[in-house]
């Protein structure tokens, strides 16, 4: 595997780090790019195994840092600020972005989106407001239709906005929003067992600099507001009926409700219509899948999920 990064400028002007892992001989191209959108409070580099995989199987992957996410935020201070404006729909322009570069570079070759945590809802919103980019769709460690209590939550934010400024860290929304994901493993042995049965994994996570960052205020007000707006009818009616859809997660996976919130994410699709979807919960297994125990079983399966919908 090749490893290579490079940097783009958004529309904004924002410098976006961003790394590329090809195949070692070109002649196993299978002539299909994987984009991932990593989660909240961690980088794209830590996705460098599941990039191993796919390029052994003859994929190219590319994977940017989101707005406020390593190497795009710079010193660590920075992270968890995402932008002056929406935080939520910049960080999925300079998505889009991407796939724009991936096409030029690739001369036009199917791209499948894979979205971890808070890139799987960045993903949901982009595959409505770009259903023609996607060939397909991986989402990992998801919900679906946000509960009553996100709105209080948006509030709050807001009111931090009002009384701290759009850049102050939120100790207050950091805990509302993870402070009982740790309860359900109690006896725990850090405040990030939730992530993973594996303890090495935790601790790598815990030991790097650039994973979990108190957020900002604003980072809380607009990603619930995205939230919101992923559910509005005008915006599900977007979802391609076509596009192959998978749907992977923990078991014990507090983001995702256990369960049950993908259960109903999946019931969700299937109402509005989507013909090719797959999905699969991993019994015990928590909130970062690819980082888990069982994680070969975990890349084996998004392998011969891709090969299955023959995209060649």
């Not at 790019?33 to 409070?41: E, L, P, S, T, W």
């Not at 957020?215 to 915006?235: A, M, P, R, V």
């Not at 699709?269 to 991993?282: A, F, M, Q």
């Amino acid at each position: 595997m090749k490893r290579s990064s490079f940097i783009f400028t958004d529309k904004k002007g924002k410098d976006i780090n961003t790394y590329k892992w090809e195949p070692d001989n070109l002649l196993e191209d299978k002539g299909l790019v994987i984009q991932i959108a990593h989660g909240m409070a961690e980088t794209a580099l830590r996705y460098e195994r599941l990039a191993e995989k796919l390029t052994e199987n003859g994929y190219i992957v590319y994977a940017n840092d989101h707005r406020g996410h390593g190497k795009t935020a710079g010193k660590v201070e920075n992270l968890g600020y995402i932008s002056e404006d929406d935080g939520f729909y910049d960080m999925i322009y300079d998505m889009n972005e991407l796939t724009k570069i991936i096409k030029k570079e690739n001369q036009d070759k199917k791209v499948i989106l894979f979205g971890h945590s808070m890139g799987s809802f960045l993903s949901q919103r982009y595959i409505q407001m770009y259903p023609e980019e996607l060939s397909g769709l991986i989402l990992c460690g998801s919900n679906g239709k946000p509960k009553p209590i996100v709105a209080i939550g948006k509030g709050l934010a807001k009111m931090e906005i009002r009384s701290k400024g759009e850049r102050a860290k939120s100790d207050l929304m950091n805990k509302l929003s993870f402070g009982s994901f740790n309860k359900h493993f109690e006896p725990t042995r850090t405040d990030f067992d939730w992530l993973s049965r594996d303890e090495s994994e935790v601790d790598k996570y815990i030991k790097d600099p650039y994973c979990g960052a108190i957020f900002t205020t604003s980072y809380y007000y607009y990603f619930l507001k995205g939230l919101k707006d992923i559910h509005k009818e005008e915006n599900l009616k977007n979802i391609p009926k076509n596009t192959p859809i998978f749907i992977i997660s923990g078991g014990q996976d507090p983001v995702g409700d256990y369960g049950e919130g993908i259960k109903n994410l999946v019931n969700l699709y299937r109402d509005l219509g989507v013909t090719n979807l797959d999905s699969k919960i991993y019994e015990g297994a928590r909130h970062e899948l690819l980082n888990e125990i069982n994680k070969e079983e975990v890349m084996n399966d998004i392998i011969c999920w891709i090969r299955k919908q023959k995209f060649i």
